[in-house]
């Protein structure tokens, strides 16, 4: 089992780091969390990474359950005050049987993880269309 920790990814420059501190690790009735302190707004308009773990009905599958909030922030002119134009999100949903190889797990772990942080796939959330 992973112990909380913050993370560290490239911006879209693909040069600068930025990091995603951790704020709490998971708990019974609740996930863990990340947060891009970083970035423009206040705590509740910053982007957040949520993931959270459980068994299936059988107790031979753990389901991870994820989401990635990154809200638009602007400043209103009128009022100086920050607000969230709209946030993409990203959630996910995997299940990892607990009769698996180790080696069959991280290789699926490596591959679905590469290919999310593929040129085509990337290009894709960044159009909002699939590849035709």
């Known amino acids: 089992m992973a112990t909380i920790a913050d993370i560290t990814v490239k911006k879209a420059d693909g040069t600068t780091n930025v990091v ?5 690790g998971a708990a019974a009735n609740s996930p863990a969390q990340w947060r891009n302190t970083s970035a423009t707004g ?7 990474f949520s993931l959270s ?3 299936n009905a059988k107790s031979d599958v753990r389901r991870l359950d994820g989401k990635i ?13 920050t607000k969230v134009r709209s946030a993409p999100a990203l959630t ?9 190889a180790t080696a069959d797990l ?3 772990a490596a591959q ?9 796939i990337q290009s ?9």
């Open 20 to 24: 995603w501190a951790a704020l709490n």
């Open 42 to 48: 206040s705590m509740g308009q910053q982007p957040l």
């Open 53 to 55: 773990g459980k068994w």
């Open 69 to 81: 909030t990154y809200p638009s922030v602007y400043t209103e002119t009128t009022t100086s005050l």
């Open 92 to 100: 996910f949903s995997i299940a990892v049987p607990q009769d698996i």
């Open 106 to 108: 991280n290789e699926f």
């Open 112 to 120: 679905a993880t590469n290919l999310l942080a593929s040129t085509l």
């Open 124 to 132: 894709s959330i960044k159009s909002g269309f699939a590849p035709t």
